[in-house]
C-alpha cells in the first residue's frame, strides 16, 4: 500500500490570497444545499480552509452538514468552557462591521480591507495619507499595521473614487499569508482568554504499523512538577476523519500524559506519540486538535492522507 500525505494546517497557499481581492469565493458544488446550510457557507467560507470546504461540498444530506456546522464553530471555540462561541460571536460582529464601516459600493464584508478585517481584526496603527508622490494613484494611500502578527498591509485608492485595494504581493509587508490561514482556524483568537502560545506539530504516517505518529518540539512544551518531583504534561488529542468516498465522519480521542526528569528532557530532541490506525485504501481528510496542560493551550492541523 503507498501513501501520500499532504499537510495543510499552517502551510501556505499562494493562490489563497487572491480570493481576498476577488469575490468569487466559492467552490465546486456537488450536492444541492437547504437554506441552513446555504446561509451558513455564504460567510464560512471565508474561514474554511480547502480541506473544510471540499468537505462540506460533499457532504450528502442536511444532517451531516448539520453536525458538520457544529464542528466547525465547535473546533474554532478559544474556550469551551464558557457558554458562549466567543470566535462566532467576533466572526460576525466583524461582518458586521466592515458592512458599516468598509462599503464601496459593494458590501462591506466583499472589498478587500473588509476580508482582511474579519480575518486580523482591528489593526494596531493606520497610516492614512494623500501626500505618497505617486501620480498614478489618484487617491490616498493607506497602511494597516498588526505589530501582533508582524504584518503591513498597503491599500490603495487607485483612481481616487474611495474604493481601496491591494497588492497582495507587492502591497504586503510580513507572512500574511500564514497569518490569515492561522486566524482561519481559530489560532490567533483567544476570546477573553491570554493570548495563547503556539505549538507546531508534525504528522506522518507510518504504513508498516498502521499508526499515524506526531512530533512536538519539547521546548515548546511547559511542564509542571508532581509531588514526586518529575516533570508532566497532559495531552489530549482529537482525530476528525472524514473518507472523501462516503463522509461519514469518524471522530477518535485520546489522552496521554508525559512524565519524566529534567536529565531525559535535556537529551529529547522531540516528544513523539503514535496511534493506530487501520484504514483501508482511499483519500481521508483528517482534521487534528491537541490541547494541552498546563498553559491550556490548543493547536491545530488539517491534512489529506491517500492510501492505494
Given at each position: 500500500?503507498?501513501?501520500k500525505?499532504i499537510?495543510?494546517?499552517?502551510?501556505?497557499?499562494?493562490?489563497?490570497?487572491?480570493?481576498?481581492?476577488?469575490?468569487?469565493?466559492?467552490?465546486?458544488?456537488?450536492?444541492?444545499?437547504?437554506?441552513?446550510?446555504?446561509e451558513?457557507?455564504?460567510?464560512?467560507?471565508?474561514?474554511?480552509?480547502k480541506?473544510?470546504k471540499a468537505i462540506f461540498?460533499?457532504?450528502?444530506?442536511?444532517a451531516?452538514?448539520?453536525e458538520?456546522?457544529?464542528d466547525?464553530w465547535?473546533?474554532?471555540d478559544?474556550?469551551?468552557?464558557t457558554?458562549?462561541?466567543?470566535?462566532?460571536?467576533?466572526?460576525?460582529?466583524?461582518?458586521e462591521?466592515a458592512?458599516?464601516?468598509?462599503?464601496?459600493?459593494?458590501?462591506?464584508w466583499?472589498?478587500?480591507r473588509?476580508?482582511?478585517y474579519?480575518?486580523?481584526?482591528?489593526?494596531?496603527?493606520?497610516?492614512?495619507?494623500m501626500?505618497?508622490?505617486?501620480p498614478?494613484?489618484?487617491?490616498?494611500?493607506?497602511?494597516?499595521?498588526?505589530?501582533?502578527?508582524?504584518?503591513?498591509?498597503?491599500f490603495?485608492?487607485?483612481?481616487?473614487?474611495?474604493?481601496?485595494?491591494?497588492?497582495p504581493?507587492?502591497?504586503?509587508?510580513?507572512d500574511?499569508?500564514?497569518?490569515i490561514?492561522?486566524?482561519?482556524?481559530?489560532?490567533?483568537f483567544t476570546?477573553?482568554?491570554?493570548?495563547?502560545?503556539f505549538?507546531?506539530?508534525n504528522?506522518?504516517?507510518?504504513?508498516?504499523?498502521?499508526a499515524?505518529?506526531?512530533s512536538i518540539?519539547?521546548?515548546a512544551?511547559?511542564?509542571r512538577?508532581?509531588?514526586?518531583?518529575?516533570?508532566?504534561?497532559?495531552?489530549?488529542?482529537?482525530?476528525?476523519?472524514?473518507?472523501?468516498k462516503?463522509?461519514?465522519k469518524?471522530?477518535k480521542?485520546?489522552q496521554?500524559?508525559?512524565?519524566?526528569?529534567?536529565?531525559?528532557?535535556g537529551q529529547?530532541?522531540?516528544?513523539?506519540f503514535?496511534?493506530?490506525?487501520?484504514?483501508?485504501?482511499?483519500?481521508?481528510?483528517f482534521?487534528?486538535?491537541?490541547?494541552g496542560?498546563?498553559?491550556?493551550?490548543?493547536t491545530?492541523?488539517?491534512?489529506?492522507?491517500?492510501?492505494?
Amino acid at each position: 500500500m503507498s501513501t501520500k500525505i499532504i499537510i495543510k494546517g499552517w502551510v501556505i497557499f499562494g493562490a489563497m490570497i487572491l480570493g481576498i481581492s476577488l469575490n468569487n469565493c466559492g467552490t465546486k458544488r456537488h450536492i444541492e444545499l437547504d437554506v441552513e446550510s446555504q446561509e451558513f457557507y455564504k460567510y464560512a467560507r471565508l474561514i474554511m480552509t480547502k480541506e473544510e470546504k471540499a468537505i462540506f461540498n460533499h457532504l450528502p444530506d442536511k444532517a451531516s452538514r448539520q453536525e458538520f456546522i457544529a464542528d466547525f464553530w465547535a473546533k474554532r471555540d478559544p474556550d469551551p468552557e464558557t457558554e458562549e462561541n466567543e470566535y462566532k460571536e467576533e466572526f460576525f460582529r466583524r461582518i458586521e462591521y466592515a458592512n458599516q464601516r468598509f462599503n464601496e459600493g459593494t458590501p462591506g464584508w466583499k472589498t478587500d480591507r473588509g476580508r482582511i478585517y474579519i480575518y486580523l481584526g482591528q489593526p494596531d496603527k493606520i497610516d492614512y495619507t494623500m501626500l505618497h508622490g505617486n501620480p498614478e494613484i489618484k487617491g490616498a494611500i493607506m497602511w494597516w499595521i498588526y505589530y501582533r502578527y508582524g504584518v503591513g498591509i498597503l491599500f490603495v485608492d487607485k483612481y481616487g473614487y474611495g474604493r481601496f485595494t491591494f497588492d497582495p504581493y507587492s502591497g504586503v509587508y510580513g507572512d500574511l499569508f500564514n497569518a490569515i490561514e492561522m486566524a482561519k482556524l481559530g489560532a490567533t483568537f483567544t476570546g477573553n482568554k491570554p493570548e495563547a502560545k503556539f505549538v507546531n506539530f508534525n504528522l506522518k504516517y507510518e504504513e508498516s504499523e498502521e499508526a499515524f505518529i506526531i512530533s512536538i518540539d519539547p521546548k515548546a512544551i511547559t511542564f509542571r512538577e508532581n509531588e514526586e518531583g518529575k516533570l508532566e504534561a497532559d495531552f489530549d488529542f482529537t482525530f476528525f476523519i472524514y473518507p472523501e468516498k462516503n463522509m461519514v465522519k469518524e471522530t477518535k480521542q485520546e489522552q496521554r500524559k508525559l512524565i519524566l526528569n529534567e536529565h531525559e528532557l535535556g537529551q529529547m530532541k522531540e516528544i513523539v506519540f503514535a496511534f493506530d490506525f487501520s484504514l483501508p485504501p482511499g483519500k481521508y481528510y483528517f482534521d487534528v486538535i491537541i490541547r494541552g496542560q498546563p498553559e491550556d493551550w490548543k493547536t491545530r492541523k488539517i491534512f489529506e492522507l491517500n492510501l492505494k
